[in-house]
T-cell receptor
Framework: DAGVIQSPRHEVTEMGQEVTLRCKPISGHDYLFWYRQTMMRGLELLIYFNNNVPIDDSGMPEDRFSAKMPNASFSTLKIQPSEPRDSAVYFC?????????????FGPGTRLTVL | AQKITQTQPGMFVQEKEAVTLDCTYDTSDPSYGLFWYKQPSSGEMIFLIYQGSYDQQNATEGRYSLNFQKARKSANLVISASQLGDSAMYFCAMREARGGGSEKLVFGKGTKLTVNP
């Protein structure tokens, strides 16, 4: 079975440009999560969706960040305009349910560099 | 307060030996799950093993086992017969059940394991 798919794997852009990260969750998983990983802050949850509906976006750092999930098999995380401090690895993860026993499966991540 | 503490920034082990990676956690919720993930240098996050707070037995998955000591709030990962491919970052994470926060997976800062030939 295919795991979580993310694209692009690497993105290099210049400050001020719009960046769009993409994610395809595992089929049948009702929950989708976006995380950011940096050396300073480790892994942080940005936002998560249940059945395509955003449930908690309290981790989104600021209004420059937005996320959508137009259908069960696709989600985007957009940064507009991008800044150098947004440089990080962005992970998408999915799980069947969201109980404390449910495992989240991660995609390979997108390494974003903002110059 | 940190919910997940991994006190070993780096660990070294000889190939074929066993190694224990420490993880302590902080929660007052009786229902929680503990997870270990591996992150090799290629960057992906790979799920290794899960332990639930109500599980009576320590979890095992192949060469991975979890030394779960509930009273001490520790969930150490044991890797037996280390292989060169085990060299990676290892993250301990927790999910609590209560208060609508069960969806959040909280991670520790990780331990970098290096397996020497």
């Amino acid at each position: 079975d295919a795991g979580v798919i993310q694209s692009p794997r690497h993105e290099v852009t210049e400050m001020g440009q719009e960046v769009t990260l993409r994610c395809k969750p595992i089929s049948g998983h009702d929950y989708l999560f976006w995380y950011r990983q940096t050396m300073m802050r480790g892994l942080e949850l940005l936002i998560y969706f249940n059945n395509n509906v955003p449930i908690d976006d309290s981790g989104m750092p600021e209004d420059r960040f937005s996320a959508k999930m137009p259908n069960a098999s696709f989600s985007t995380l957009k940064i507009q305009p991008s800044e150098p401090r947004d440089s990080a690895v962005y992970f998408c993860a999915s799980s069947i349910m969201a109980g404390f026993t449910d495992t989240q499966y991660f995609g390979p991540g997108t390494r974003l560099t903002v110059l | 307060a940190q919910k997940i503490t991994q006190t070993q920034p780096g660990m070294f082990v000889q190939e074929k030996e066993a190694v224990t990676l420490d993880c302590t956690y902080d929660t007052s919720d009786p229902s929680y799950g503990l997870f270990w993930y591996k992150q090799p240098s290629s960057g992906e996050m790979i799920f290794l093993i899960y332990q639930g707070s109500y599980d009576q037995q320590n979890a095992t998955e192949g060469r991975y086992s979890l030394n779960f000591q509930k009273a001490r709030k520790s969930a150490n990962l044991v890797i037996s017969a280390s292989q060169l491919g085990d060299s990676a970052m290892y993250f301990c994470a927790m999910r609590e059940a209560r208060g609508g926060g069960s969806e959040k997976l909280v991670f520790g800062k990780g331990t970098k394991l290096t397996v020497n030939p």
